[in-house]
């Protein structure tokens, strides 16, 4: 759920011929009426519950990819003409979809909301869906409505991240194939990956998600150990992580609550990237370091009490220490 719905309009991009396209204007505001709020909401929510999306920030090439200074117009006007923001990128979106063979038009829908104190610009492409209704005289007949769980191209700008200088703020559904390659045009979108970033967090979510409070995850030592080895099979092949796929396997009996979690858009966590090894043994080993020492352990140590945790104490026991380091303790005792 988002906080408030601040302003929403609905344009249509529309197809003329083979690759060509056409913008018609709708309303330049639509009233924030229950219905919209309720569609807004829902497009959202569906948003935020799809794992396959690209996180990224706008290209330094802004001639050539303007999104980015109607937006900074529209905050600079204090988001006073949303009119004139969704015109010019009605325009933009239109020439982008011009220009990739594949791109389909449908209803596009701009939404200004606000959510945990951050202003977002969302977009999404909708199409119309056939349904069926009960007439007054209860005679069946055909009805038009929105498809909004079909909607495949929709991305969402955190305006607030982009001006306090985030690493990531637009984030876009991928879909298949490079279709959508003309919506992350359209936003004027830079997606470049950081594997090790990316990776820690990964693990981060899993570790969220494995927690024993949460009753998700039965034996969190096998979660983490099978998601290790998913993932360093994704490193010796080479291949990105598809965290549906990813989900679907590590996570068979409720596949569709990893991947939304691992598709939150707050996290900015894309898939495609393929792990970083060096930061994937975090999912199955401790490590740290003083001046002094150093200490790099196995979880499954804990889960078989070769070492023990005191929590109260902030301690930790090894047992079953090797020959060699006992004897050499033992000298150093004498």
């Known amino acids: 759920m988002v906080d408030n719905v601040v302003q929403v309009a609905v344009h249509d991009l529309r197809r003329k011929g083979q690759g060509d396209f056409e913008t018609i204007l709708g309303k330049a505001q639509l009233n924030v009426s229950p219905t919209v ?13 799809k794992a396959s999306k690209a996180h990224g920030r706008f290209s330094e090439k802004v001639a050539d990819y303007p999104a ?30 011009r220009r990739k ?3 389909t038009g449908g209803h596009v829908l701009f939404a200004h909301i606000e959510k945990d104190n ?45 001006l306090a200088d985030a690493d990531r703020y637009i984030g876009f559904l991928k879909g298949k194939g490079d279709v959508a390659e003309y919506f992350k045009e359209f936003l004027g979108c830079d997606t470049t990956v950081q594997d090790i970033q990316d990776t820690k967090t990964l693990i981060r979510v ?24 998913i993932c360093e099979r994704h490193v010796r092949e080479g291949l990105p992580l598809d965290f549906q796929a990813f989900s679907n396997e590590l996570y068979p009996e409720e596949p569709d ?19 970083n090894r060096r930061s994937l043994r975090a999912l199955v080993r401790f490590k740290a370091k003083t001046s002094q020492w150093s200490v790099e352990f196995d979880r499954s140590a804990l889960a078989e009490g070769k070492i023990v945790y005191d929590h109260e104490k902030k301690t930790i026991t090894f047992k079953e220490l090797p020959a060699e380091l006992v004897e050499e303790l033992e000298r150093e005792r004498e």
């Open 257 to 275: 609550v990893l991947a939304k979690a691992l598709g939150d858009p707050d996290l900015a966590l894309g898939d495609g990237f393929v792990p």
């Open 37 to 49: 709020v309720r569609v807004v909401n829902e497009l959202h929510s569906l948003y935020a519950s």
């Open 68 to 97: 980015q200074s109607f937006i900074s117009d529209f905050e600079k006007g204090k988001y006073q003409d949303f009119a004139d923001l969704t015109q010019k990128l009605m325009d933009t979106l239109t020439v982008q979809a």
């Open 118 to 162: 951050h202003v977002y610009l969302m977009v999404a492409i909708i199409n119309d869906k056939l349904g069926a209704a009960l007439t007054n005289d209860l005679d069946i007949a055909d009805v038009k409505h929105l498809d909004l769980d079909g909607f495949r191209f929709a991305g969402r700008v955190n305006i607030t991240a982009w």
């Open 206 to 229: 899993l570790e969220n998600f494995a927690d024993p409070a949460k009753g998700a995850v039965k034996d969190k030592n096998v979660f983490f150990q099978r998601a290790y080895e």
């Open 101 to 103: 063979p594949g791109a």
